[in-house]
């Protein structure tokens, strides 16, 4: 699978805030997606973006597919509590004949006491 | 409900010893897929299958194999594990159209320890 490569790798939110994380990859792809994973559950699909330069909102989730189309970002407003968790990145590259999603290696998203 | 389920949830096991994690989907998907999470790697895919009797090796599939006799079981085999497949396993399923496959529904989760 290709690389991705997702930043910050952990983060502190404090109720209210807004929160970005990014995920980049060395090579083109045609499909970004967003996962989330709970403490103890499986991941559960966010957003999927489909299209260079899409921007696509799910409540106070918003995601965009970079133009580049080797880069995807996800922002949250107005942070809640149980917006902690692992968040992934995943991606599906343009030239492979497989049926392979890569994932990146997750932020975790901590409240700040 | 719609759901993947796995089991066990949780299994404690000898280098050697085989084992199989079971899956079951109830949304007539055709897709399956195992991953293994590990911290620091994120999720890594182990095998899928893009329907009954098709299974193809994703980036970590030694020591594992799969088999896909029905639509709605895709079990993952470890014939002898070893103490570096303890991990947290998931099996996901999806549609396998155009771009379906990218969207999929993960089981709770199954925690391996081998010793």
């Known amino acids: 699978g290709q690389q991705l490569n997702q930043s910050p790798q952990s983060m502190f939110i404090q109720e209210g805030e807004d929160v970005s994380m990014n995920c980049t990859s060395s090579?083109?792809?045609?499909?970004w997606l967003w996962y989330k994973q709970d403490p103890g559950e499986g991941p559960v699909l966010l957003i999927a973006?489909?299209?260079?330069?899409e921007l696509t909102s799910n409540g106070r989730l918003t995601a965009q597919f970079g133009i580049t189309r080797k880069d995807s970002f996800l922002n949250i407003s107005a942070s809640i509590p149980s917006d902690v968790g692992i968040y992934f990145c995943?991606?599906?590259?343009?030239?492979?004949?497989?049926?392979?999603?890569?994932f990146g290696a997750g932020t975790t998203v901590t409240v700040r006491a | 409900e719609a759901q993947v389920t796995q089991n066990p949830r949780y299994l404690i096991t000898v280098t050697g010893k085989k084992l199989t994690v079971t899956c079951s989907q109830n949304?007539?998907?055709?897709?399956m897929s195992w991953y293994r999470q590990d911290p620091g790697l994120g999720l890594r895919q182990i095998y899928y299958?893009?329907?009954?009797?098709?299974?193809d090796k994703g980036d970590v599939p030694e020591g594992y194999k799969v088999s896909r006799k029905e639509k709605r079981n895709f079990p993952l085999i470890l014939e002898s594990p070893s103490p570096n497949q303890t991990s947290l396993y998931f099996c996901?399923?999806?549609?396998?159209?155009?771009?379906?496959?990218?969207?999929?529904?993960f089981g709770p989760g199954t925690r391996l320890t081998v010793l």
């Open positions: 996901a399923s999806s549609l396998s159209g155009v771009n379906s496959y990218n969207e999929q529904f």
């Open positions: 090579s083109i792809f045609n499909t």
């Open positions: 973006l489909y299209k260079a330069g």
């Open positions: 995943a991606g599906d590259s343009s030239y492979s004949n497989d049926y392979k999603l890569s």
């Open positions: 949304m007539n998907h055709e897709y």
């Open positions: 299958s893009m329907n009954v009797e098709v299974t």
